[in-house]
C-alpha cells in the first residue's frame, strides 16, 4: 500500500476552469500569496520555521512554502489563510499580520535568467509573509509533511537545494526580515 496521500478536493478551486486558467497563465501575471510558517518564543523570536515536502505531478519531492493563488474578489488576507488552513490543516491556528504588507513580491518568471524566481507555467507576482502558527499542523492537499527546522537550518544550502523556483532565496529572505538569520 502507497504512503502517498491522495489530495483532498478543493472545495472552492478557484474562478477558473484548468483551461480557462492554462489560457490567463499565457497572457498574464498571476497573483500568489506566499507564508513561510513559524514557531515564536514569548519574545516573538523565531525558534522554528515550516517547511513543506511535496510530490508533483511528475512524481518529483520537492520542498515547499504554503503558496496559492489569490482569487477574483478575494482578499489578501483570505486568501492567505485560506491557503495557511488548506496546507496545513485547521488547527494550525495562524496569526496574521495586522497588516497586509509583506515581507517581500517575489515576481516569478517562466525563463530562467529573468529572476532568481522562476516557474515554468507562468509570469506570477508572488506576496510573501511569515506567519506564525500556533496550533497543531496536520498537512493536507499536496503536501506530505511538515518539517519543523531551526532557523540556521532552514537558511541552509541543503535546503534550499531541495526547493524549486528559488524559494530557497525567498525563505532566507523571510527569515532575514524577521532578524532569525545572524
Same mark, same amino acid.
Given at each position: 500500500?502507497?504512503?502517498?496521500?491522495?489530495p483532498d478536493p478543493d472545495p472552492n478551486p478557484g474562478w477558473l476552469s484548468e483551461?480557462?486558467?492554462?489560457?490567463?497563465?499565457q497572457h498574464l501575471p498571476i497573483l500568489y500569496v506566499?507564508? %513561510? /510558517?513559524?514557531?515564536?518564543?514569548?519574545m516573538g523570536v523565531v525558534t522554528e520555521v515550516g517547511v513543506l515536502l511535496r510530490a508533483s505531478d511528475e512524481g518529483s519531492i520537492s520542498r515547499m512554502l504554503v503558496s496559492g493563488r489569490?482569487?477574483?474578489g478575494e482578499s489578501l488576507r483570505?486568501?492567505?489563510?485560506?491557503h495557511l488552513e488548506k496546507d496545513l490543516g485547521p488547527m494550525a491556528f495562524p496569526q496574521l499580520p495586522p497588516s497586509? %504588507? /509583506?515581507f517581500q513580491v517575489a515576481e516569478y518568471f517562466p525563463l530562467p535568467g529573468?529572476?532568481?524566481y522562476t516557474d515554468p507555467r507562468q509570469h506570477a507576482v508572488s506576496l510573501a509573509y511569515v506567519v506564525p502558527v500556533t496550533g497543531t499542523c496536520d498537512p493536507r492537499q499536496d503536501a506530505l509533511e511538515l518539517t519543523w527546522l531551526t532557523p540556521h537550518q532552514a537558511a541552509s544550502d541543503e535546503v534550499a537545494a531541495e526547493m524549486e523556483g528559488g524559494r530557497g532565496t525567498l525563505l532566507r529572505s523571510a527569515l532575514a526580515s524577521v532578524g532569525a538569520l545572524h
Open positions: 500500500m502507497s504512503s502517498v496521500r491522495t483551461d480557462e486558467l492554462f489560457q490567463a497563465r506566499e507564508a %513561510v /510558517p513559524v514557531r515564536t518564543d514569548g489569490v482569487m477574483y483570505t486568501a492567505l489563510f485560506r497586509p %504588507v /509583506p529573468s529572476s532568481v
